[in-house]
C-alpha cells in the first residue's frame, strides 16, 4: 500500500534532519545571526516583514493541525509513522516562524493578538477549508490538501521569499532553507501516497477536485492581498538593497524570470500566481486527478 | 546498494556503461551515506550530466555511479519517489513517478 515508505523510518528522518541539515542550527538557522538591520531599523519594512512572518506562522499552525490529526486517519502504519515525523516538522516551522517574530520585536504576551491582527482572512478561509476535511477523518482529501495543495504553495513561497532576501539576509535565507528541505519530504509523501489511493478510490476524484479549487480560489486571494499590502515595503527593501549592492552585498536574484530587484508587486503575484498553479496542473495530473482552475479573485 | 539507480533494464545493457566518480556537492538532506548520490538543481540552465536525472516530485538532482539509460529504476530518497527514467524532449533524459 505504501511501498514507497520502505526504506524511509525515524531513524532514516534522524539522520537526515536533525542530525543533517539542521545540525548544529537554532531556530533554524547558524547560531549568532540576527535581523539584519536594514530590516530592524526601518519601519515600513519592518512592519511589513511582521505581517508577512504572521503568515507564516497561521500558514504552518494550519499544517500542524493538519499532519497530526491525519495521524489516526492513516490507514497504514507507514503513513502514520511518516507523519508523526512531518507533525515535528510542522511544530518546528510554527516555532522558527514564531521566534522570527520575536527577534522582529514582538513580544512573547502580544504574539496572539499580533497574529489575530494580521492574519490574512482568505488564509483562514483556506485552513479551514483543509481542516474540515481532516476533522472528518477524510484522509485522501486531507492528504491532498495538506501535502499537495498546501504544501506545494508553501514550497513555491518559500523558494520565491528565499531568493528575494539570499543576498541581504542569511539568517532567514537559512531558516527557509531548512523548511524547502523538509517540504521536499511532505510533497513526495502526498504524491506517491494519494498516486496509489486514488487509483484504488477514482470515486473520490470529483471531491477533492472541488477542495482542490476552493483552496486555490482562497490562496489566491491571499497572495492579491498580501501583494496589494506590500507595495511600499516592497519599492523600499529593493531601494535599500541596491544601496546595499553598491556596498558589496548580494544582488537580488531572478526567480522564475521576475527580476527582484525591480519587480513591482503585481508582477510578483502574477509570476507566483502562474509557478503555483502550473505545479499544482503538473502534481495533480500525475496523480491521476484533474486541476481545476479557480475563480480569479 | 546505496546507488539510487536500483534496476537497469534499458534494452542496450549489454553495451558497457559508462562509470563516474561521485564528489559530495554538499547536500545535506539525506543520511550521509548516501549524499553524494544528491546534489541541488541549478534551474532550467542546469545541465545535466549522463548519470544525472531531475527528480519532477521535489527538484533534486540525482546521481549514479553509472550511466542513467532509458527504462532505468532510479530512487529519490529526499522525497522517496520510485522513477523510471525516459527520454524526453530534444533528447533529454527524464524522469517520471512510478506510483
Sequence with gaps: MSGFLSAYS???????????????????????????????????????????TVQLVVGERCAL???SGLINAAPDHASKAFLATQTLDEARHVEIFTQRLYDLGVKKSELESTLAEHANPNLVK?????????????????VVGQNIVLEGMAFSVFEMLQAAVSGVNPKFANTLSGTIADERRHVGFGENRIGSLIKQHPERKADVEKMQKEMAYHMLATFSTQFAQSGSAMQEGQRMAQAAEGNGAE??????GADLATATPEEMEGVLSDTVLKEFKVRLGRIGIEYQTPAAP | MTDPLEDARSPR????????????????????????FYRKWGGVNDALARNEVLCPVCKVVIRSTRE???GDRVYCMPCMSRL????GEGGRLEALVAY
Design chain 1, 126 to 142: 483556506f485552513a479551514e477549508v483543509l481542516l474540515e476535511k481532516v476533522d472528518k477523518g477524510d484522509f485522501i482529501a486531507g
Design chain 2, 84 to 87: 523510471v527514467v525516459s527520454v
Design chain 2, 13 to 36: 545493457d549489454r553495451a558497457a556503461r559508462q562509470r563516474f566518480v561521485l564528489d559530495d556537492t554538499g547536500f545535506d538532506e539525506v543520511p550521509k551515506k548516501y549524499r553524494r
Design chain 2, 68 to 70: 542513467l539509460r532509458p
Design chain 1, 251 to 256: 544582488a537580488p536574484a531572478k526567480w522564475h
Design chain 1, 65 to 67: 493541525a493538519a499532519s
Design chain 1, 10 to 52: 525515524i531513524q532514516n528522518w534522524l539522520e537526515s534532519c536533525p542530525q543533517g541539515y539542521l545540525e548544529d542550527t537554532q531556530y533554524g538557522h547558524a547560531p549568532g545571526q540576527t535581523e539584519p538591520a536594514l530590516v530592524l531599523d526601518n519601519p515600513t519594512l519592518l512592519a511589513d516583514t511582521i505581517r508577512t
